[in-house]
Structures are given as structure tokens and as C-alpha cells.
């Protein structure tokens, strides 16, 4: 089945800091991207929508220039927290498709920590 | 704006019941619905992905149905395990990124 592999894992960074995860897709193509957000027992928060190629539209309230979002090829997608601060801390899933009949796939997330 | 609820928040049933848990949402121009398993601290696994001319998908002991008309899906478990403990979010979207619901965290207990 398809899989995306989504990298690191955790990740632990001192306040100010940027912290950059990646997304790949490792059997499919993936035209589109999305990034979301999970706090604590709370459902996940579409942050992003990536297309290959082009830049990435991030739903309200979600700070374009503090998370940058690159999705240079088909196959992987960054999301880098700038400047980060402990409100940062949270779960970050990527999900990928390959197109719009296909399901969606998930990474394992990450766990962001910032200190 | 597309909003998915999940009835119960969490629910705990004894191994070896059937089970249905809930989901709803408020735009029925809904593309697909994909059912969805999450861990505690984990990333998502995909159950079952019920497209837009779809009613209904099974696998295993898993079953997903689509009321769009009613703007309902149902998630239906059968014989329980513990292995099933974990949290089940529904998610419905217009062919792009998915609209989560909160949840139905599940505890079976052996």
C-alpha cells in the first residue's frame, strides 16, 4: 500500500530555533500535500494545502511566513517552524494524495517540542 | 464551512460486542469520507475510504456507510477486541484536504 514517510519522528528545540520536517511520499506521486496540527486531545487542524510546484495556501489563522511550507517535488514536502516558541509544541501530520479519487495517506507525525 | 461531529467522545464496551460509532456532518456536497485509526501518540492509519459514489465499504471486521442526504456515516465494529482500543476520527472533504471530527476514543476491555 502506499506509505509516506514522515521525518523525524520527534524532535526536541530550544525557543527561537527553526525546526524543519519532511514529508515524502515513497511509492506514489503525490500532487497534493497538506499539513495539519494536533494538540492534546484535540482533532487534527488543517494548517496547509500544498501543490507541487506552486505555493502553498494556508487556512486563516495559521502565520504563512512562520510556517514555511516547500513542495519543490512530487514526492516531498517541507514544513519548516521558524523562530519557534513553546506554543509551537505540538503534533504535526502530513498527508498525502494522488489525486483527487485517491485516498489520503498519513505520515507517523511528529512530535515538536520546543523548550 | 464543512463541520464533522462524532458521537460518543469515547465509549467502552466489554470484548466481544458490536459496536457503532457516529459521525456527522453539515455540507453534503461531500467528495469522499475516510475513516480513520489514531494511536495514542501515533500517526493516523486509514480504515476505510467511502467515495462520493459510494454507500457503503468493508474490511474485515470493519464496516463504513455514507448518508450523504443525511449528511451521516457510520463506523461499525464487529466482535470487538482490545486490540481495537484507540481513538476513531471520521474525516469528510470536497476532493481536497479532509475536515476531521474530534473523535470516539474506544476502550475495549478482555
Known amino acids: 500500500g502506499a506509505v509516506v514517510s514522515q521525518h523525524p519522528s520527534w524532535v526536541i528545540c530550544k525557543s527561537g530555533t527553526s525546526v524543519k520536517i519532511e514529508c515524502r511520499s515513497l511509492?506514489?506521486?503525490?500532487?497534493?500535500m497538506f499539513w495539519y496540527r494536533q494538540f492534546p486531545k484535540q482533532s487534527l487542524m488543517l494548517m496547509a494545502t500544498?501543490?507541487?510546484?506552486?505555493?502553498?495556501?494556508?487556512e486563516q489563522g495559521v502565520e504563512k511566513d512562520k510556517f514555511l511550507i516547500n513542495h519543490a517535488s512530487l514526492t516531498l514536502s517541507t514544513l519548516t517552524v521558524t523562530s519557534a516558541h513553546p506554543e509551537d509544541s505540538s503534533f504535526y501530520i502530513c498527508s498525502a494524495m494522488a489525486g483527487l479519487d485517491s485516498p489520503l495517506h498519513f505520515g507517523n507525525g511528529t512530535r515538536l517540542t520546543v523548550t | 464551512k464543512q463541520e464533522v461531529t462524532q458521537i460518543p467522545a469515547a465509549l467502552s464496551v466489554p470484548e466481544g460486542e458490536n459496536l457503532v460509532l457516529n459521525c456527522s456532518f453539515t455540507?453534503?456536497?461531500?467528495?469522499?469520507l475516510q475513516w480513520f485509526r489514531q494511536d495514542p501518540g501515533k500517526g493516523l492509519t486509514s480504515l476505510l475510504l467511502i467515495q462520493s459514489s459510494q454507500r457503503e465499504q468493508t474490511s474485515g471486521r470493519l464496516n463504513a456507510s455514507l448518508d450523504k442526504s443525511s449528511g451521516r456515516s457510520t463506523l461499525y465494529i464487529a466482535a470487538s477486541q482490545p486490540g481495537d482500543s484507540a481513538t476513531y476520527l471520521c474525516?469528510?472533504?470536497?476532493?481536497?484536504?479532509?475536515?476531521f471530527g474530534k473523535g470516539t476514543t474506544l476502550s475495549v476491555s478482555s
Open positions: 511509492d506514489f506521486q503525490a500532487t497534493t
Open positions: 455540507d453534503s456536497a461531500i467528495y469522499n
Open positions: 474525516a469528510g472533504g470536497a476532493g481536497t484536504a479532509l475536515i
Open positions: 500544498s501543490n507541487e510546484g506552486s505555493k502553498a495556501t494556508y
